[in-house]
């Protein structure tokens, strides 16, 4: 399914949230937020990415982010969302004191045979809902 929002712009600075599938409130372990916090990093060291802001809330993350480099933006979040669904899952998995353990699996498990992308688990929704910063402060001025 086609979205409205999109990144039509690889030089621009977009502001995109990533939800986890139902609003999960997975975010209240640091050592999830931790997984997630190192993906960037390695995305800033090795793929280009620029990451201006960031706000980590209990089901999901919003970022403010561009790119320099070869890599397009579109193929950085599609690797950081990738990346970091495996990693998280096998987190919970292996977490002993995560008392939801199996609640959250069976989550993921339903989400992903919901939608035909997925072989088996999804953790992040498809969409992220790219809108260029640039656009958003225009928008605030008006």
């Known amino acids: 399914m086609s979205r409205k929002y999109k990144i039509r712009d690889q030089d621009k600075l977009y502001f995109v949230t990533f939800t986890v599938v139902y ?13 997630f916090l190192a993906s960037l990093r390695y995305c800033q060291q090795h793929k280009g990415l620029e990451v201006c802001a960031y706000c980590i809330i209990s089901s999901h993350v919003h970022l403010i ?8 933006l579109e193929s950085i979040i599609r690797d950081i969302k990738k990346y970091t669904s495996f990693k ?12 939801r353990k ?10 992903g045979t919901l939608n035909r992308n997925n072989t088996r688990h999804q953790f992040w929704q498809q969409h992220n809902h ?13």
């Open 130 to 142: 790219p809108l260029a910063f640039v656009g958003l402060l225009d928008q605030q001025t008006r």
């Open 88 to 99: 998280i899952i096998e987190a919970i998995r292996k977490n002993p004191q995560e008392s």
């Open 23 to 35: 609003w999960l409130d997975v975010f209240i372990r640091r050592e999830y937020r931790d997984i």
């Open 102 to 111: 199996e609640i959250l699996i069976m989550l993921f498990e339903k989400a």
């Open 65 to 72: 982010i561009g790119r320099h480099g070869e890599a397009s």
